[in-house]
Nanobody, 124 residues
């Protein structure tokens, strides 16, 4: 099993910055990719940014130039630096990871894992 713990959310004024972190722990053999998703009230969850462990990144058009996703492979930690925040960035932000784990019971398996979410609120 893998646990993803997010931190860094909060309340910020428009134009401000926040940095989200997501720390992964568990019987991790390898990581294929990690990413950040968000879900605003009444809307579907959407991809914000993702990074493969090879270093390729992908961003939603709405955050390009404002958000930066990075990862610390040694620590299995993912970050999202958010700048020039807008009220429309308000949402619960979720960390996602595609990881391979190993256990005596299940052997090697690859699954998608989700964090519990962290609230980001941007006031106008």
């Amino acid at each position: 099993q893998v646990q993803l713990v997010e931190s860094g959310g909060g309340l910020v004024q428009a134009g401000g910055s926040l940095r989200l972190s997501c720390a992964a722990s568990g019987s991790i053999v390898s990581t294929s990719a990690m990413g950040w998703y968000r879900q605003a009230p009444g809307k579907q969850r959407e991809l914000v940014a993702a990074v493969t462990w090879g270093g390729s990144t992908n961003y939603a058009d709405s955050v390009k130039g404002r958000f930066t996703i990075t990862r610390d492979s040694a620590k299995n930690t993912l970050y999202l630096q958010m700048s020039t925040l807008k009220p429309e960035d308000t949402a619960v932000y979720y960390c996602n990871a595609k990881m391979t784990t190993w256990s005596r019971a299940s052997g090697s398996r690859t699954d998608d894992y989700w964090g519990q979410g962290t609230q980001v609120t941007v006031s106008s």
